[in-house]
């Protein structure tokens, strides 16, 4: 596959950037939104084919715009502008060649805010250590801890393999997540975890790997807001948000590996 060609490969995508949306976001885990928002840049296109995606209008469907780097290189500096505490590359894995080029644009006109790098978790250590002295928060989800789910639902049968390789490089490259005096991330690592119905994101498996080989004081994001978009409701199993019960389990989950940094959500807003 040689995108200068014109080619594509799986994740759809030539040469060009395309760019779904960016703006101060403040949806983001508190240390990243924090009172000034998130400078997020949203990716079209994706390296995964994630059948229950929230976000499918931009990551399989490809609603978005072609970009070339000057305008890239603005979208930072005008995020920057208006006060974000950092630039978040949403979905960046099959454009870091054009976003590091960005990058150099936006440097040389004083780029300063942290850089953050929110993925699938499913990356190339090949491409990460590409990235080592320039991302300064690495965000990835930690989607499975099984070889079925990976394949049946992202069509990844060795997600779980590929991302535990891939967190252990961000963790070396970052350590823990550090904040400042008010709270906000300046680098490290914070990982999400989405909690799937009828245990299919192998909640137990994720945590027990952040604990024992990453560290026991991962920062780690139990997320509860699933709920069955695109294609879930073809899959019986993945049909129904999940239950308070369900929830609580992986927050009692993670309390037994002592992973006590992060956060959780209320899962009254969310059912």
């Not at 680098?187 to 604990?211: C, D, E, M, Q, Y």
């Amino acid at each position: 596959m040689n995108r200068l060609k014109g080619e594509t490969g799986f994740c759809k995508s030539g040469a060009e950037v395309i760019v779904s949306s960016f703006n101060p976001h403040f949806g983001e885990e508190p240390p990243i939104s924090g009172y000034k928002g998130s400078g997020t840049i949203f990716f079209t296109n994706c390296n995964l084919r994630c059948l229950f995606c929230q976000n499918y209008p931009i990551s399989h469907l490809g609603n978005g715009n072609q970009v070339s780097k000057n305008e890239l290189s603005k979208m930072m500096l005008i995020l920057q502008k208006k006060g974000c505490h950092n630039i978040n590359f949403v979905t960046p894995t099959h454009f870091v060649p054009q976003i590091l080029s960005a990058l150099y644009l936006a440097i040389e006109e004083n780029l300063y805010i942290p850089l953050v790098y929110n993925c699938g978790g499913y990356e190339s250590v090949q491409t990460l250590r590409l990235l080592e002295g320039i991302i300064d928060i690495y965000m990835p989800d930690i989607k499975y801890g099984g070889k079925i789910e990976g394949e049946k639902y992202s069509s990844a049968s060795d997600y779980f393999e590929i991302a535990k390789k891939a967190v252990k490089e961000m963790h070396r490259q970052v350590g823990n997540l550090k904040l400042n005096k008010e709270g906000i991330a300046q680098r490290g690592l914070l990982a999400r975890h989405l909690v799937l119905p009828n245990k299919l994101a192998g909640t137990k498996n994720v945590f027990s790997f952040l604990a024992k080989e990453i560290s026991p004081n991962t920062y780690v994001s139990i997320m509860s807001q699933y709920f069955p978009a695109y294609k879930a409701q073809e899959f019986e199993e993945l049909n129904r948000r999940i239950t308070p019960k369900e929830y609580k389990e992986a927050l009692d989950t993670a309390k037994e590996l002592d992973l006590q940094r992060g956060w959780q959500q209320d899962i009254s807003d969310t059912i």
